[in-house]
């Protein structure tokens, strides 16, 4: 194995048809030139366009496996994705902290899929933003957010995290991302590039985002270049499954 990739893990769902969750990551962590490794949260059973069933991963196991790989490598970044539960996510993000403090951690926030199924319910918003404060980056849409945050729109750059808002639901301007960072709000906005929807998108996004940081980026150089990266993935073709290039 090549000491010079850094190692990139991903901790999320395995989707069937390869357009989201562990898969996704694996394929974009390829394209950045960065060794991956996978931990399954759960197991499904999808298309590109359906959703119909999940089997959720023993949270013990999980964490077994998260151990088991921060005792044998130097894991500089992890994209968590779907997990059950508030507190499964803070398990796992103090285990990764406790094992490698400076590992950075990106959180897509999977709260129900495009049919409206619900992998997360979140009920109680102070165990939620304790566990926020010890993640680098998390990557909500703008309903994601408003079930994270009920008063995001009147908190601004009051997070206890820094949050990349994708704009792929942003009706007054489709496309362009905000950046919140602790003392500023930067506009990422798209290209001329033709675009369309893609499954698993969300997923894409965030495991480059983790690639270039373990690349030794800044949040705002690689959340700029994930944004990229990503719109060549949405204008690769025109179905719901997209080519991973560079």
């Known amino acids: 194995m090549s000491e010079e990739r850094p190692f990139v893990l991903t901790i999320a769902g395995l989707d069937s048809s390869g357009g989201a969750g562990i898969l996704a990551d694996i394929k974009t962590f390829e ?19 359906q959703f119909y069933e999940i089997q959720w991963t023993d949270l013990s196991f999980v964490i077994r496996s998260i151990e088991t790989l921060f005792l044998n490598y130097k894991i500089c970044a992890v994209k968590i994705g779907i997990v059950s539960s508030v507190y499964d996510l803070s398990r796992i993000v103090s285990t990764i902290k406790l094992l490698s403090p400076s590992t950075k951690i990106i959180w897509d926030p999977v709260l129900k899929s495009t049919t409206k199924f619900e992998f997360m319910e979140v009920q109680n918003h102070f165990d939620l933003n304790k566990t926020l404060s010890k993640i680098d980056l998390i990557t909500p849409n703008y309903h994601e957010a408003e079930i994270l945050f009920p008063d995001f729109n009147s908190k601004e750059n009051e997070f206890s995290t820094n949050i990349l808002l994708k704009g792929g639901h942003n009706e007054k301007a489709l496309g362009t991302d905000r950046l919140f960072l602790k003392n500023e709000i930067l506009e990422l906005f798209p290209s001329n590039q033709k675009c369309s929807e893609k499954h698993g998108s969300g ?25 990229i990266y990503i719109e060549n993935y949405l204008s690769s073709t025109s179905t719901l499954i997209g080519y991973h290039y560079v």
Request: aromatic share 2%; hydrophobic share 40%.
């Open 31 to 49: 394209q950045h030139k960065v060794t991956g490794f996978a931990i399954s949260t759960a197991n499904t059973i999808q298309t590109e366009n």
């Open 203 to 227: 997923c894409v996004l965030s495991s480059a985002i983790a690639s270039n940081l373990a690349l030794n980026q800044t949040i705002k150089e690689a959340c700029k270049n994930a944004k």
